[in-house]
């Protein structure tokens, strides 16, 4: 398995210099961490990673390429609980990545629900939570099929952070070849689930892991926020069963993963040598 890193080395930089940073570390994979329909002044200017999915793909896959990095996922996290709008990020912007993925040979776009930021959503129940989320999928998880691409969804929500609400939307669009799981190891312990048991249960689903160990700190948090972005430690220096969820999956088929860590250079390194010791 490649393990590389998300390009967030760095704040207030480009894509080429976060792939710099990345090459320097000694990464040979990264995601396309950011994206975006149509331009942002930052990222105009180069003071920001996001990769606008209007871009000519071959492009980034060029930029990539110049350091020897591989394309790992696209990442398109959207927001599938609250009402449709033009100005969140949801179905259409999925479509596009998943184009933009396959144009390049990369195979796996991530997405995932967010938590709910509208007063409708947050009163929706779990059952309609659920169905709002495939509801959003089905066109682009057909477009995923005809395209040779797999959408997977990360727990980073109240429905994609529990077992029940995966296997509800894997359920409600059919069970599909093009829909798959990225598990977030810490997204999912601090959202109140059981990553093992996650990478038990959905082992044949997962093609992508994105790693992550908390700190004691978190634990009074669990159960209450989804999602965290990064982590500041050591892959196994938190509390965290990540050699658990190893032993579930290191005879997977899994090509890639990614560690959301940010911090020095050998705290990366250690959680490489971490991961490789357990047999990823």
């Known amino acids: 398995m490649d393990i590389g890193v998300f390009l967030l080395i760095e ?19 990264a995601d396309i961490t950011d994206t975006g329909t149509g331009v942002t002044m930052l990222g105009t200017a180069g003071f920001s990673p996001v990769v606008s999915l209007e871009e000519n793909p071959y492009e980034i896959k060029r930029l990539f390429d110049k350091h020897g990095i591989k394309i790992s996922t696209v990442c398109a996290h959207a927001n599938l609980l609250d ?4 100005a969140l990020y949801g ?15 990369v195979t796996e776009v991530i997405t995932t629900d967010n938590e709910p930021h509208s007063e409708w959503a947050k009163k929706t129940s779990f059952e309609q939570k659920v169905f709002t989320c495939a509801e959003k999928l089905m066109a682009p998880s057909k477009l995923a099929s005809d395209y040779g691409v797999r959408i997977l969804l990360e727990p980073h929500g109240p429905v ?20 798959g799981f990225n598990l977030d190891t810490g997204n999912s312990w601090l959202g109140g689930a059981d990553p093992v048991e996650m990478a038990k249960v959905f082992k044949d689903k997962i093609h992508h892991i994105h790693w ?26 938190g509390v965290i069963d990540i050699k658990g969820v190893c032993d579930v999956l290191k ?25 490789q010791t357990c047999g990823m």
Do not use: H
Request: proline fraction near 5%; charge should be negative.
């Open 11 to 29: 704040p207030f930089a480009s894509v080429d210099t976060q792939l710099q940073k990345a090459k320097e570390m000694g990464f040979n994979c």
């Open 83 to 86: 009402p449709t709008s033009p």
């Open 91 to 105: 179905t259409k912007e999925i479509m596009r990545a998943v184009q933009f993925a396959a144009a390049i040979g």
């Open 212 to 237: 992550k160990d908390l700190g004691e700190e978190w634990i009074e948090k669990r159960g209450t926020q989804f999602g965290c972005g990064f982590s500041t430690i050591a892959i196994g220096d």
């Open 251 to 275: 005879d997977a088929n899994i090509d890639s993963s990614t560690l959301e860590i940010v911090g020095s250079p050998e705290i990366l390194r250690k959680s490489v040598d971490y991961l």
């Open 160 to 179: 994609t952070d529990s077992i029940e609400g995966i296997q509800g939307i894997f359920d409600l669009l059919g069970n599909p070849d093009s829909v």
